[in-house]
């Protein structure tokens, strides 16, 4: 099954080409690369030397490469897999590829070698461009399968496979391409697998036109009169749809220099560099964060200084620069939602923070206009998102921004929209009075307890981050008196547990924790016990997904067995042993 323009393909009804063909991603490409040739736009740190490509440089090694992709003769539609973390090369394969006429395929470069060769089978690609990644690459396919591997700079040389093409090399004998191929807004671009939280991954197909209005409803936040470039740090994987949108997208339609992080022990050093104006992260690294702070100033004394005027102002500026997020317009937050909390902490240091809302069927749909930010709400729809609100509460979205449909898979995708056209993402929202949706949590987690009463597992499991004492939670209860959640402490509090009188007082702060929480719930949501894991969650056990959310299912497969004998030992803290 190859990958060509047709009903097929498309389950969205509202699938029909209505962009301009210059917005398109390709010609938004070849107009950056005559405007801005010389103007940085990819900064790659590299074994201690930081590499810069301008516009017209990277445009050049993207023209060679699609070159050599296009001699190859596959069928127009292949797909190609990206597997690598984040880097210049990530960015430069995925235009290549465009250009060459054939579909990108990214894998989350986290994920198992098992997870990942099931993948591979699934999309069966005909090549596969690989770079710095956590596990051994997946399995080939058969012997005879055409499967080309290449291998871009920053690939470590022993994971790679045999007979394996070099990127250097490949630019350094090809001629770059010369013309400016086009691709109809219709034509599928990529192919971006879900992180599988709720069982396995399924490939959404999105268009061209649809990844351009991934950018173009960025726009709200890129008003005229801002400094000539903004900047960005690319750490996210790319093989998921926010940083996708976020980075890739925005960098067609708005001027960005994107700089890139060479490991997670140089991340701080990255981020210096960076000087980001624009930063994206996901809640659990806004909570690190916000725990570094308390490291050196303790919160009250923190709320104390933050509340004198001209101590308060030195304070915050002191605080961002050591964040390195001194020069930062914009803190956006997504992935999962972020504690109320943790929101108005970082206002109070004067950081404009944002939460937006989007997913791998719909690209980021939900971006709050300047000057209407409310806390706990995500903002109001792209205009290119229609979106309603179920009779049961449902958020669903309709619009050509939505996937095309999930990749060899007709019936989820068929069942994947609402006869009138709406896709059902399966999180439960609100809407207020100035359009701006409020996640109140996903329709499959909620549960009833014994008495009857539903319980939304989300809107506990944020008080519960917020502590800064867990580095997960996940909250159950079906069918029991009342829910309660099973955790992971954060490494220092775990580190604390090594000794009976640190583990005396990790226990009773839990405690004091499990009560603040409590107090603030109605008496049906109210926590009856807090069971602490002592082994981590992972992505390599399968308790985390790539994404690093919680796999709800994984947990309640691993631990439901022992759910009625924790709630009879009538304790507030259960201690798990690893298993």
Not at 362 to 383: C, D, K, N, W, Y
Not at 412 to 429: E, Y
Request: one cysteine or more; a neutral charge; proline letters at 7%.
């Amino acid at each position: 099954m190859e990958l060509t323009v047709g009903e097929s393909l498309c389950s969205n009804p509202a699938a029909t080409s209505i962009l301009n063909p210059q917005e398109l991603p390709l010609q938004r490409l070849y107009t950056f690369e005559r405007e801005r040739a010389s103007m940085r736009f990819l900064v790659q740190p590299l074994q201690g030397v930081v590499r810069e490509w301008t516009w017209g440089e990277t445009m050049l090694e993207v023209r060679r490469m699609a070159a050599w992709l296009k001699a190859q003769n596959w069928p127009p539609g292949s797909r190609i897999m990206i597997l690598g973390k984040n880097s210049a090369w990530w960015l430069m394969a995925d235009f290549a590829i465009w250009m060459a006429g054939y579909v990108s395929v990214p894998l989350f470069p986290a994920a198992s070698s098992q997870a990942r060769a099931g993948l591979c089978d699934h999309c069966g690609p005909v090549a596969c461009f690989l770079g710095r990644f956590d596990n051994a690459i997946p399995a080939a396919r058969s012997a005879t399968d055409s499967f080309v591997s290449i291998a871009w700079p920053d690939a470590d040389p022993t994971s790679l496979p045999a007979h394996c093409l070099y990127w250097n090399d490949l630019l350094a004998a090809q001629p770059p391409m010369e013309q400016s191929p086009r691709r109809d807004g219709m034509d599928v671009a990529t192919i971006i697998y879900s992180s599988g939280s709720t069982g396995q991954p399924k490939g959404a197909m999105h268009s061209f036109q649809g990844l351009s209005m991934m950018g173009l409803s960025m726009k709200p936040q890129f008003p005229a009169g801002l400094p000539e470039t903004d900047r960005v740090l690319s750490y996210l994987p790319l093989a998921h749809i926010a940083e996708r949108a976020l980075i890739e997208m925005n960098a067609l339609f708005s001027p960005l220099e994107i700089y890139f992080v060479e490991n997670l022990e140089k991340f701080p050093e990255d981020l210096a560099r960076a000087r980001s104006t624009l930063f994206f992260s996901v809640p659990r690294l806004y909570a690190r964060f916000q725990q570094k702070v308390f490291e050196r100033v303790p919160e009250k004394r923190l709320r104390l200084l933050l509340a004198l005027p001209l101590v308060g102002a030195l304070t915050r500026s002191k605080i961002r620069r050591a964040l390195s997020l001194d020069r930062t317009r914009i803190v956006a937050g997504g992935g999962a939602a972020t504690p109320v909390d943790l929101i108005r902490w970082y206002r109070r240091l004067r950081f404009n923070f944002i939460e937006g809302y989007g997913m791998t069927e719909t690209g980021i749909t939900h971006v709050p206009l300047p000057g209407t930010e409310r806390v706990g709400f995500v903002g109001q729809a792209s205009p290119y998102a229609e979106t309603r609100i179920s009779p049961e509460g449902e958020i669903q979205i309709r619009g050509a921004m939505n996937m095309m449909g999930y990749f060899r898979d007709p019936g989820k995708s068929r069942t994947a929209f609402t006869p009138d056209g709406f896709l059902r993402t399966g999180d439960r929202g609100e809407i207020d009075a100035e359009g701006r949706l409020r996640l109140i949590g996903r329709l499959k987690e909620e549960f009833k307890t014994s008495k009857g009463k539903y319980v939304y597992p989300a809107r506990i499991e944020e008080q519960l981050t917020v502590t800064g004492v867990f580095e997960s939670v996940a909250v159950f209860g079906a069918g029991f008196n009342q829910p309660f959640a099973l955790a992971v402490l954060l490494p220092e509090r775990q580190d604390a547990c090594s000794n009976p009188n640190g583990r005396a007082a990790v226990e009773a702060e839990i405690v004091a924790c499990l009560e603040r929480v409590n107090a603030n719930l109605e008496l049906t949501e109210r926590l009856s016990f807090l069971a602490v894991s002592q082994e981590p969650w992972t992505i390599d056990n399968g308790c985390l997904t790539p994404t690093l959310k919680v796999r709800r299912f994984a947990l309640e497969q691993r631990y439901s067995s022992q759910f009625q004998q924790w709630e009879h030992a009538g304790r507030k803290i259960l201690w798990l042993e690893a298993q």
